[in-house]
């Protein structure tokens, strides 16, 4: 049995970081094996149901009011035209279905425009997924009552970079939402974006919060920043390839049973890079054309890949 731990120290992280990469890969797709079968991945597709004009300052982001990026603000979705999405996600073969708005939180009455499609959704016979900003413990409620399977939430970097990337919330506000929704009994999706400026003892320190958190998220993202022009951080260091797949190797470790999700940035890496992840632990990634604002691979493309890798796409509900 493995055993789910939730007192990593800081300098344990630190030190499988340091591992020798082979050393690492070899010990975290050990764990992988013994948690889930090696040869499949989830997919979820993303739908931006309201996209531009979010009063945060999150540096990263295309869809702050605070950045010139060109980007047309649109107001909430209608529900029958999300719906079609949903189906057209579901016919190319996705099991989950993420809806996004660019909101700091929502308001109660925007809520209640959702709810329609995640009940929506969830009729089709797919996992449903919302990111919405932050949350009160009510309208956690709310979105269990209404069917919700999973809130995304991610915390993007590590506490101590934090205040380098949004200065409109603080990472405790982060954690506050993520604990309204455990306390939901909704499923967490929380993970980071590599790539706003941190080093690996930031990156250690981002893993160390989430496993560290009353119970592990049962999903995790980790996103290569997608550089967006108009931004603060639009011409910043990428991560090294090494340092990306490193990451999620810890992440793997360090939450065995949790899905890691090869998130954002997948349009920037090669075949291998993406084989070396799998390796390394990811298991679910984001399929379809568009991410929320920006592109993803096409399906044919992440088709052929599987193909190539003898990767099957994880059929609904059997994790
Ligand atoms: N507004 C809500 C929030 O921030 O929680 C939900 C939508 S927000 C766009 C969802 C997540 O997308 C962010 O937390 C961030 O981790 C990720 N993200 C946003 N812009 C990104 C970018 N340019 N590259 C990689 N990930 C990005
Ligand atoms: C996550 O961790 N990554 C997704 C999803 N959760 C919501 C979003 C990626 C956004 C990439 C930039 C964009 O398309 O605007
Ligand atoms: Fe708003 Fe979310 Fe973008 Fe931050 S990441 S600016 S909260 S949409």
Redesign the pocket.
């Known amino acids: 049995m493995t055993q789910l731990r939730h007192d990593w120290r800081l300098d344990e992280v630190e030190n499988l970081f340091s591992m020798p990469f082979n050393d690492l890969l070899f010990k975290s797709h050990t764990i992988h094996r013994d948690n889930f079968d090696p040869n499949y991945v989830q997919v979820s597709s993303l739908l931006n149901i309201k996209t531009g004009a ?1 009063p ?1 300052d ?1 540096s ?4 702050s009011s605070k950045y010139d990026t060109g980007l047309e603000r649109e107001k909430l979705m209608e529900v029958d035209a999300v719906l079609k999405q949903a189906q057209e996600a579901k016919d190319k073969g996705a099991t989950r279905f993420c809806m ?4 700091r939180n929502p308001t109660d009455k925007s809520l209640d425009k959702v709810i329609p499609m995640i009940q929506g959704v969830k009729a089709m016979g797919m996992e449903t997924c919302v ?3 932050m949350l009160s413990q009510q309208q956690a409620f709310a979105l269990k009552e209404a069917g919700l399977d999973y809130y ?3 915390i ?1 970097t590590s506490e101590e970079n934090y205040s380098n990337v949004i200065t409109t919330r603080s990472f405790q506000d982060r954690l506050d939402t993520l604990e309204s929704v455990q306390n939901a009994d909704i499923h967490v999706c929380s993970g ?2 590599l790539g706003l400026g941190e080093g690996q003892t930031d990156r250690a320190s981002m893993l160390r919060s989430l496993a560290n958190l009353a119970q592990h998220p049962d999903s995790v993202p980790l ?6 022009p108009g931004t603060p951080f639009e011409a910043i260091e990428p991560p090294t390839e090494s340092e990306f797949v490193r990451t999620i190797a810890v992440a793997r470790i360090m939450m065995p049973k949790s899905v890691v999700r090869l ?3 997948r349009t920037e890496m090669g075949e291998a890079m993406q084989a070396l992840c799998f390796f390394a632990g990811a298991n679910s990634i984001f399929y379809g054309e568009q991410l ?1 604002t ?1 592109d993803n691979p096409d399906t044919d493309t992440d088709q052929m890949l599987f193909e190539k890798l003898g990767i099957n796409r994880q059929p609904l509900n059997t994790h």
């Open positions: 979010c945060e999150c990263y982001c295309s869809q996004g708005a660019a909101w990111t919405l900003g995304n939430h991610n993007d980071g974006i996103n290569l920043l997608v550089p967006i998130s954002a940035g929320l920006t």
